[in-house]
């Protein structure tokens, strides 16, 4: 058995410029940090049984891994070249959909079980491009990069990305005294609605494309904010930070009519009212969870927000990546899987897949 812990994120700065459509034309700048809320990952290999387990939210046992409808779990034993004997359980302290990464962590996450599966030890700019690519690439997901390297990375960190897609990752080390600071005048509030932010980035990746005005002149503003607030990070000076949250929002709401709507409008409302000085929703907007910025009378925040529905989570910042957390394979088990990688490749060799190239 073999279990990974990946932890979600939050960012701070420069949401939406990580994905193709915009970098590859003015390039990226992400300003994020790790989270200690995770994602579990526990992979086991069978002695005797031939079958693919996946489990999440539903239960799939099929026989080959082509007929997994877990797109991630089938894509990620694809590029492996695992087709069946395995078992696979997710276990998440958060629910998906609620902007703060939870599909990178599980791809990430499994890919970082699989290679240890195979006694190899990838780093986390490894782990990061691979899960990329199955996600940018084989899947065609409309989605950026960031999600993915702070999976990998976790921390307080800068991801600059090239109009090539090269990432550059860099760490911001804080003084203790201004990362608790940081730390704790953050606040998350669930929503209690978790949405498929696909249709929001979508409508974004297109405008994009088609190089809509209002879209890439909002882009080209939260890049900036994304620098400016990292910079004020850097500096101590939180109060603009705040500051800036709150230009981010009003900025990232013209990218699409999906990023907010009127209940959230009135909770954000609320939250300045009540001592907020800024924030936005996680991820692409819609749903999930409010990020706010407070300094002050923060347990009046607490209540407004308590008294309209909205339920607190607690958490601390994580500065290392996905990491193997228990690695126990039997002598059986690995002996078995390394069985069905020779038959399969054996397989493979004896008959390729029609139309490849020799």
């Known amino acids: ?60 046992i099929v026989e080959h891994v082509d007929e997994l409808q877990h797109t991630l779990a089938r894509e990620a034993l694809k590029f492996l070249r695992i087709q069946n004997g395995i078992e696979i359980v997710s276990i998440a302290d958060v629910p998906s959909g609620t902007g703060l990464g939870s599909s990178s962590c599980y791809l990430v996450g499994l890919l970082n079980a699989l290679h240890c599966l195979g006694q190899a030890q990838l780093n986390p700019w490894q782990l990061a491009e691979e899960a990329c690519d199955i996600e940018l690439v084989r899947l065609q997901k409309p989605i950026g990069k960031q999600d993915q390297y702070m999976a990998a990375f976790g921390g307080l960190t800068t991801l600059e990305i090239d109009k090539d897609g ?41 405008a994009t494309k088609n190089k809509d005005k209002e879209v890439v002149s909002s882009l080209l503003e939260i890049k900036d904010i994304g620098m400016e607030i990292r910079d004020c990070v850097v500096r101590g000076n939180l109060q603009r930070f705040g500051e800036l949250l709150d230009v981010h929002w009003q900025t990232k709401k013209r990218l699409s009519n999906g990023v907010s709507n009127p209940q959230v409008d009135a909770w954000y409302e609320l939250a300045k009212q009540n001592g907020a000085i800024g924030g936005k929703i996680s991820g692409a907007g819609g749903g999930g969870f409010l990020m706010l910025y407070c300094e002050h009378r923060k347990a009046r925040l607490r209540e407004a927000m308590r008294s309209a529905g909205l339920r607190e989570l607690n958490f601390r910042f994580e500065f290392e990546g996905s990491k193997v957390v228990f690695d126990v394979v039997s002598r059986d088990s690995r002996l078995a899987h390394n069985h069905r990688l020779e038959k399969h490749n054996r397989l493979h060799q004896e008959f390729p897949a029609v139309g490849a190239i020799a």
Do not use: W
């Not at 704790?184 to 929503?191: M, P």
């Open 1 to 60: 058995m073999i279990i990974t812990r990946t932890p979600f994120r939050l960012t701070l700065g420069g949401g939406g410029t990580d994905l193709p459509s915009f970098y590859r034309e003015h390039g990226g700048f992400i300003f994020a940090v790790g989270l200690d809320k995770y994602m579990y990952l526990n992979v086991k290999l069978p002695i005797l049984e031939e079958t693919i387990r996946v489990q999440y939210s539903k239960l799939e």
């Open 166 to 206: 090269k990432v550059c990752v860099s760490r911001t080390n804080l003084d203790m005294e201004l990362l608790q600071a940081l730390e704790s005048n953050i606040f998350l509030f669930y929503t209690g609605g978790a949405r498929d932010a696909t249709a929001i980035l979508q409508k974004q990746d297109a």
